[in-house]
C-alpha cells in the first residue's frame, strides 16, 4: 500500500512539474511582445521615416493600449458578465496574429497628409501592447484557481518576457552599419545590413513564443490533466490547513494592522507622488529619449543600452525576492541614484548630437551601463514603493496604485511626444555632417 502510495506522490510531482512549465510558458506572453518590438527599435530606427522619433510614437502607441484594461475595469464596475478566459484567449490570439502579420510587414510605409508613418508597425505594435497592459487586471487574478505556489512559476515567466528578446537580438548582432554614400553632389546616410538576420526572420521568432503561450494557455484552461492536478491540490491545501487557517488570518490581520498605522496619510501622499514621477519618466520620457542619448556614440551603443536594460527587469525582481526595501529612508536614497543617472542620460540626450566623449570607448561604456543601471534601480524603485503600499490594509489600495502607475506612465508619454516633435531640445546626430 505504501508503495502505492509513494508511486501515486512521484507520479503527481512530475504533473506539478509540467504545470509549472505551462503556467511559466503562459507568463511570457505578458510582455514578449513589447520588449521584443522595443529591443528591435535599433534596427528598425535605421529605415523607420519616423527615424530617431520612433520610439517616442512607440511608447505613446503602447500607452494608448491601456484603453483595454480600463474597459475591462469600466465592465466590472458595471457587474457585467465577463468570460475571463475568452478575454485572456482572444487577447493572446490577436497579440500572436499581430506578430505573425510584424513578420511580413514591419516596414510598410502609409502617407498621411504628404508624410510617411510606419502606423502598419503602430497598428500591430497596440494589439501586442494590448496583452501586456491587460495582463495586470486577466492573467494574474486568473491564477487564483491554482496554487499560490504556482503564482512564482508565472512571474518567472513574465521575467523571462524580457530576456528571451534580448538574447535573440544580441545573437542578431550589434554591429554599427551606419555608412555615408555620395549620389549626384548629395552626401547622405546608407544603411548597410550587417545582421546575422532581419528582423522578419527576429519577429517570426518572436511569434513563435508567442504561440507557444497561447498552445500552453489553451492547455492549461481546458486540459483534464490540468484540472486534475488542481483538485489534487486542492484536497491536500485543505487537509494539510484545516487546523491552523484561522491562527494564520489572525496573524496576518494583526501584522497588516501594524503596517496600515505607519503608514501616514502624508506618508501616502508622498509615495503615489514618487511613485507617478517613476512611471513618469521610467515609462514614458526616458524610452522616449533614449535614441538621442544613445545613437551619437552609434548603434552598438544604442542596441547595448537598450537590450541590456530588458536584462536589468528580471534581475532586479529576482533581487526583491530575497532582499526588499521597506524603510521609507531607503527609498529615499534609491530616489536620489535614479535622479542622479536619469540626469546623466537626459544630459546626454540633451546635448545631441555632439555629446560629451562621443567618439570614445569610454563614452560608449558609459552610456550603456547608464542606462542598464538606470531602468535596473528605477524598477526596483517602484516595485518597492508597491511592496510597502502592498503590506498595508488599506481599501482599493492596489487599484490606487494602478492608476497612479498609468497616470505617470501616459502623461510621460504626452510630454515626451510634445518636447520630442515640437521643440529644438533634442536634435538628430548626422554622421555624414
Not at 552598438?300 to 532586479?316: C, D, G, H, M
Not at 562621443?358 to 526596483?380: E, M, N, R
Request: one cysteine or more; proline letters at 3%.
Amino acid at each position: 500500500m505504501s508503495n502505492v502510495s509513494q508511486d501515486l506522490n512521484r507520479c503527481k510531482r512530475k504533473d506539478r512539474i509540467v504545470l509549472h512549465l505551462l503556467i511559466t510558458v503562459f507568463g511570457i506572453s505578458t510582455w514578449t511582445g513589447i520588449n521584443g518590438i522595443y529591443v528591435q527599435v535599433p534596427v528598425l530606427i535605421n529605415t523607420s521615416p519616423e527615424g530617431w522619433t520612433l520610439p517616442v510614437y512607440l511608447v505613446l502607441v503602447i500607452q494608448a493600449a491601456n484603453i483595454g484594461p480600463l474597459l475591462y475595469m469600466i465592465l466590472e464596475y458595471f457587474r457585467c458578465k465577463i468570460n475571463e478566459s475568452w478575454w485572456i484567449l482572444c487577447l493572446l490570439f490577436s497579440g500572436t496574429f499581430a506578430m505573425g502579420l510584424l513578420t511580413f510587414f514591419y516596414s510598410e510605409r502609409t502617407v498621411i497628409n504628404g508624410t510617411e508613418y510606419s502606423m502598419v508597425l503602430f497598428i500591430l505594435t497596440f494589439f501586442n501592447a494590448l496583452v501586456g497592459c491587460s495582463s495586470s487586471v486577466l492573467f494574474m487574478p486568473y491564477l487564483r484557481n491554482f496554487n499560490k505556489n504556482y503564482l512564482v512559476s508565472f512571474f518567472i515567466g513574465e521575467g523571462l518576457s524580457g530576456v528571451l528578446p534580448s538574447i535573440v537580438a544580441l545573437i542578431q548582432g550589434v554591429g554599427d552599419n551606419t555608412e555615408c554614400t555620395t549620389d549626384k553632389n548629395h552626401t547622405k546616410n546608407s544603411f548597410k545590413s550587417d545582421l546575422k538576420f532581419s528582423p522578419s526572420d527576429y519577429f517570426l521568432f518572436i511569434c513563435i513564443i508567442l504561440f507557444l503561450s497561447l498552445t500552453a494557455f489553451v492547455i492549461l484552461e481546458y486540459s483534464s490533466f490540468v484540472q486534475n492536478v488542481k483538485s489534487f491540490d486542492k484536497s491536500v491545501d485543505c487537509i494539510v490547513n484545516k487546523d491552523c487557517t484561522n491562527d494564520v488570518q489572525s496573524v496576518k490581520h494583526s501584522s497588516l494592522e501594524r503596517n496600515s498605522k505607519d503608514l501616514t496619510k502624508q506618508m501616502q501622499y508622498y509615495l503615489f507622488i514618487l511613485l507617478a514621477i517613476c512611471c513618469f519618466f521610467s515609462n514614458g520620457f526616458f524610452p522616449s529619449i533614449q535614441s538621442y542619448s544613445c545613437l551619437p556614440y552609434g548603434n552598438i551603443a544604442f542596441k547595448l543600452s537598450v537590450t541590456f536594460a530588458q536584462f536589468a527587469n528580471p534581475f532586479v525582481c529576482l533581487l526583491a525576492y530575497w532582499w526588499m526595501i521597506s524603510n521609507i529612508k531607503f527609498v529615499n536614497y534609491l530616489t536620489a541614484v535614479c535622479l542622479s543617472i536619469g540626469s546623466y542620460v537626459t544630459y546626454l540626450a540633451l546635448m545631441s548630437p555632439t555629446p560629451p566623449l562621443q567618439d570614445t570607448k569610454l563614452g560608449v561604456f558609459l552610456v550603456v551601463v547608464s542606462w542598464a543601471s538606470l531602468i535596473g534601480f528605477i524598477s526596483y524603485l517602484k516595485l518597492s514603493i508597491v511592496s510597502i503600499f502592498r503590506s498595508t490594509m488599506l481599501p482599493k489600495i492596489l487599484f490606487n496604485v494602478g492608476a497612479i502607475m498609468q497616470i505617470g506612465s501616459a502623461s510621460g508619454a504626452m510630454f515626451s511626444f510634445v518636447v520630442i516633435n515640437f521643440t529644438n531640445y533634442f536634435n538628430v546626430y548626422d554622421s555624414c555632417a
